[in-house]
């Protein structure tokens, strides 16, 4: 009896919010895969979608280096930050992690209020960021804390907003209902003459405004009540039509309401599009560059499983996530693929149809949120093993039902 079993394996998996970076993601993966498969051959690829880590990962793959920062953070506090000078093909290329400046993990739990955190310290890494000799930064967006439209980044970055009094208004989303006029004047040169190219690597599924816009989708996520989630609609559909009126002439023909990508990471989308950033995928961005160091499309024809992951898996999962992806450039290729996750959420069973064989949850028995983070390790760890014995389960009855085929029960 010969049983299939998998020897090429690719590891491409997402971080695990406020638990697990993708880097540590890929590392536990791997070691349950060995648990079950001690002779497999594994690729692990921790996957850079714009979120955290996507900095550091880019420093190390392209030879350069981090810049370490202190910024004003998502509350208001300073927080210790950073930014990436890639090098090697990509010297001139900067890299600012939004999340590094305003991620979710940088909020204190009770202190989540969408209307009132900023993209602040956003503004002050691009402005730190110009300080080099660069020709281009790229923005990544992902595992953000803020729903501000970008008002704090061009706050800090020297635009004057205003309200209908000429008053500057205040940071956060609530405020976003007064603005009446913003002044782009006080804007660093580079950015005020297209001289440093601004690219945000984002979801493009992300909107501003409307039933999947930023305050219905993602406010809640962040905290949001409904009246918040009412209060920030009306914000956002007030600071696109303000951002239409006051763009720089390189910012071009934007939707800013409705466009792709406008609605990342809170709305930074929207706010820094106004000043003429690039609203680009964030798969284009960082993987068919280039930037990444790796040729996803090459490793995944060598490939006879692949296994990716991501905190959550649910109805958002089709819409740009980093497993969607993965599924996506797979099933090209006629690879396998399967998921873990922190949860399995409302429509998780939708990623059956991007391509997507198999999914699981790595919490086995009930637990606090709290208690999965500080054991995400382990738990992914054993979840993979358990993902890998009922694969070999698999391989061994279809080779058992292969030896018996021409014999009756």
Not at 70 to 95: D, M, R
Request: glycine share 14%; with cysteine.
């Amino acid at each position: 009896m010969t049983v299939a079993i998998p020897q090429h394996i690719l590891v491409a998996p997402a971080g695990f919010k406020e638990s697990l970076d993708a880097d540590m993601v890929a590392k536990a993966i791997s070691a349950g895969v060995r648990r079950a498969i001690p002779g497999a051959f594994i690729k692990a690829i921790p996957m850079p979608d714009g979120g955290e880590g996507t900095a550091e990962m880019l420093a190390k793959s392209t030879g350069g280096r981090l810049v370490r920062k202190t910024v004003t953070g998502p509350v208001g506090q300073p927080v210790n930050s950073h930014f990436a000078l890639l090098g090697g093909t990509a010297e001139g290329v900067a890299v600012v992690e939004m999340a590094a400046a305003a991620g979710l993990r940088l909020v204190p739990r009770d202190m989540r209020d969408p209307t009132q955190t900023t993209t602040y310290g956003v503004g002050e890494l691009i402005l730190a960021a110009l300080e080099h000799d660069i020709h281009t930064i790229l923005i990544g967006c992902g595992d953000s804390g803020t729903s501000d439209g970008g008002l704090g980044a061009l706050q800090a970055l020297g635009a004057r907003v205003t309200d209908q009094s000429g008053n500057e208004v205040g940071q956060g989303g609530r405020y976003l209902q007064q603005v009446a006029a913003l002044d782009m004047s006080g804007l660093p040169a580079a950015i005020r003459d297209g001289k440093v190219k601004l690219v945000m690597a984002l979801n493009a599924h992300n909107i501003l405004t409307g039933e999947r816009g930023v305050a219905r989708v993602f406010g809640p996520q962040k905290g949001a009540t409904p009246a918040q989630v009412e209060e920030l609609e009306k914000g956002f559909e007030n600071w696109a039509a303000k951002l239409a009126e006051y763009r720089l002439p390189q910012a071009g023909s934007v939707d800013f309401a409705k466009g792709s990508g406008t609605g990342a990471s809170g709305g930074l989308g929207a706010g820094l599009a106004a000043v003429g950033a690039q609203l680009v995928s964030r798969f284009e961005a960082l993987l068919d560059s280039g930037l990444a160091g790796f040729d996803l499309n090459g490793l995944l024809k060598k490939a006879d499983l692949v296994i990716t992951a991501e905190g959550a898996i649910d109805f958002q999962t089709p819409r740009g996530k980093v497993p969607a992806e993965i599924a996506w450039r797979a099933g090209n290729m006629g690879v396998p693929v399967v998921a873990l996750a922190g949860t399995l959420g409302k429509g998780a069973q939708d990623v059956y149809d991007i391509g997507i064989d198999a999914i699981a949850s790595i919490v086995p028995i009930p637990m606090s949120l709290e208690q999965a983070i500080v054991d995400g390790e382990r738990l992914l760890i054993e979840a993979t093993e358990r993902m890998m014995r009922t694969l070999l389960l698999g391989a061994s009855i279809a080779a058992r039902k292969m030896d018996k085929e021409n014999y009756n029960w």
